[in-house]
Structure formats: C-alpha cells, structure tokens
C-alpha cells in the first residue's frame, strides 16, 4: 500500500525559510510525476509544484515562481519543496501527491491518486 509521509513544515517569520520532504513507500517511486498542493482554511486545494519522474519536467504555479523549488531523489524515494522568501499567504498545509502520469491537468488535485496527510506552513508578518 502506498505512503506518503510530509515533514519540514513549521512557524517562520516573513521572509524566511522551509523545505519540505514527502517520503513515500509503496510506489514505484522513480516513475511517478510528483505535486506539490496546498490548502488555506476556507480555500480550495491549489497547485503549487509538480516534478516529473526523471526531474527534468518541472513546473510551478505562478504565485511561487523564484521563491519554491522542487526536487526529488529517487534513490530516497523523496520529493522536496524548497521554500525561500516566505510570505503571509503562503501558510496552509501543504500535501504532497503522486500519480503515474503526466498530463496537461498535473496542476489539477483530482488529476492525483496518492496523497499524504499534509504538513502545515505557517508564515508570520
């Protein structure tokens, strides 16, 4: 059965930093695009980032172009999201999600079948 386990999330000051990792088991890691989504309270999940398997597919939603990067190891079976310049509206929690493959809907959370439980990002002004 496939995990998907987040961690690295926490309180930061405007400004600063977080990365944050999803480790999955149960997939076959190196050939799954990976997303990155997150969720405000009383907002709609919305995109963040996706990978594709090999890395060299990548893309963001505008909102985080030149402040969130995504990377993965696939020989750790993780995905990670950098996150520099934090904002106030950057918190929410934040998923990471898995599915087998790419599409022109990968910013699309219905496009995803394998979700984690999220890990929350709360950024202070």
């Known amino acids: 059965q496939a995990q998907l386990v987040e961690s690295g999330g926490g309180l930061v000051q405007a400004g600063g930093s977080l990365r944050l990792s999803c480790a999955t088991s149960?997939?076959?890691?190196?050939?799954?695009?990976m997303g990155w989504f997150r969720q405000a309270p009383g907002k709609e999940r919305e995109f963040v980032a996706a990978i594709g398997p090999t890395g060299v597919i990548i893309r963001y939603a505008d909102s985080v172009k030149g402040r969130l990067t995504i990377s993965r190891d696939n020989a750790k079976n993780t995905v990670y999201l950098q996150m520099n310049s934090l904002k106030p509206e950057d918190t929410a929690v934040y998923y990471c999600?898995?599915?087998?493959?790419?599409?022109?809907?990968?910013?699309?959370?219905?496009?995803?079948?394998?979700w984690g439980h999220g890990t929350q990002v709360t950024v202070s002004s």
């Open positions: 999600a898995g599915e087998q493959a790419w599409s022109s809907r990968y910013s699309d959370p219905r496009n995803y079948g394998y």
């Open positions: 149960g997939l076959t890691f190196s050939t799954y695009i």
